[in-house]
């Protein structure tokens, strides 16, 4: 089993910048390849961003790229979402999911996922 938890939301200016962190623990969790999924209110669950096992490799949405970046640090198992110059369609629980073997952009590619954090972009 493989436990996430997310933390670093909050309310923030439009224009400012949040960074959101996801604590992995469990069997073999520094293997996995991480991404963000957010879902606003009235909308779909859509994917953020990814990153590979050994953080090589980082896969964005376009809405966020170049405005967002991924990292992680497996000494400490954890990943973060760097999120700057948000905007106030940033607005959404944002979510860390694991992956055992791929960093793809569908939700039904990740095997465990935590509970989210509240992130809320004001004017």
């Known amino acids: 089993q493989v436990q996430l938890v997310e933390s670093g939301g909050g309310l923030v200016q439009a224009g400012g910048s949040l960074r959101l962190s996801c604590a992995a623990s469990?069997?073999?969790?520094?293997?996995?390849?991480m991404g963000w999924f957010r879902q606003a209110p009235g909308k779909e669950r859509e994917f953020v961003g990814s990153i590979s096992a050994r953080g090589r490799y980082t896969n964005y949405a376009d809405p966020v790229r170049g405005r967002f970046t991924i990292s992680r640090d497996n000494a400490k198992n954890t990943v973060y979402l760097q999120m700057n110059s948000l905007r106030l369609e940033d607005t959404a629980v944002y979510y860390c999911a694991a992956a055992l073997t791929s960093f793809g952009t569908s939700a039904d590619e990740y095997d465990y996922w935590g509970q989210g954090t509240q992130v809320t972009v004001s004017s």
């Open positions: 469990g069997r073999t969790s520094s293997s996995y390849a």
